[in-house]
């Protein structure tokens, strides 16, 4: 998998980069910067083929989620247990791996999780077209 790192915790996959997110505290940025658009998180198992494959679709240019403006964190599970018990209690959403999440206003308004995290769901979610 090509994998590059960036500065202010960025990690670069397949030409998108997503926010690392590895401290519980970042969750009440990602509240507030949700306030003004909505933010995804993606709870990623390196273990994981599922997982492995989910990220992959999430990044693909034809039917990926790579939208202008919506800013992606990736959390890494192994690395970062805490967090992702952070992020299932902050946002009231049972942990489940692979995950995807949508907040928006503070709160998880949409989340799927294995087979069920589809990129053009999630584009129509947000109120996009697929393409």
Known sequence: M?????ACGQI?????NWIELVSPDQLQAIRNESQEYPVLIFKHSTTC???AMVLYRLQRKSSGVNVPGLKMYYLDLR???DVSKAVENTFEV??????VLIIDKGQAVYHRSHSEIDPSQIREFLGLTTS
């Open 49 to 51: 083929s599922i997982s």
């Open 79 to 81: 690395a970062h247990r």
């Open 12 to 16: 670069n996959f397949f030409g998108m």
């Open 2 to 6: 090509t994998r590059r790192r960036r």
């Open 94 to 99: 049972e942990h489940e791996s692979p995950q």
